[in-house]
């Protein structure tokens, strides 16, 4: 874990760097926190669907303007095996209206699962669409 870390960290300070940099004269926002949990679930022709009984996570969020933030994650989900999700996204906001916010975030991250007793660490590179209620955000 230490040497994915390890891999992952000029990324981060790089992403920091540059969203720092380039809203060096805007008002800081904050950070937010969020424990977040959701079924999910598996099919396979050999078993059938499975629902996954401990998916949890936690989340991050620092708003270094109300148009640019950077987000961190940590979830795990079981079924037969654990796995371990980890990502860091820098998110801009595209659209705003009195209470919503339309953003596009990307980043990288690191998928972890258990397979006969054996961690298997993958990197990736995830990016989307979204939106949210900005009520708590200025």
């Known amino acids: 874990m230490n ?12 992403g ?3 969203l720092s940099f380039a809203t060096a004269a805007a ?3 904050g950070p ?11 099919y396979s022709s050999a078993t ?4 996954n009984t401990e998916p949890i996570g936690v ?9 640019w933030a950077l987000d961190v994650a940590l979830s795990r989900a079981s079924d037969t095996r654990t796995f371990w999700d980890g990502e860091v996204s820098a998110k801009a906001y595209l659209f705003q209206a ?10 990288p991250g690191i998928h972890r699962e258990d397979v006969f007793g054996r961690a298997v660490d993958s990197n ?3 990016a989307g669409i979204g939106g949210e209620d900005r009520k708590s955000v200025v």
Not at 32 to 42: A, N, R, T, V
């Open 48 to 51: 059938g669907l499975h629902f």
């Open 98 to 107: 009195h209470r919503v916010g339309l953003y596009a975030l990307a980043g």
């Open 16 to 18: 920091v760097f540059t």
């Open 32 to 42: 937010s926190f969020e424990l977040f949990s959701s079924p999910g679930g598996s």
């Open 124 to 126: 990736t590179v995830h």
């Open 3 to 14: 040497r994915r870390l390890a891999t992952l960290t000029p990324t981060l300070i790089l």
């Open 59 to 67: 989340r991050g969020s620092f708003h270094f303007t109300s148009v």
């Open 27 to 29: 008002e800081l926002q």
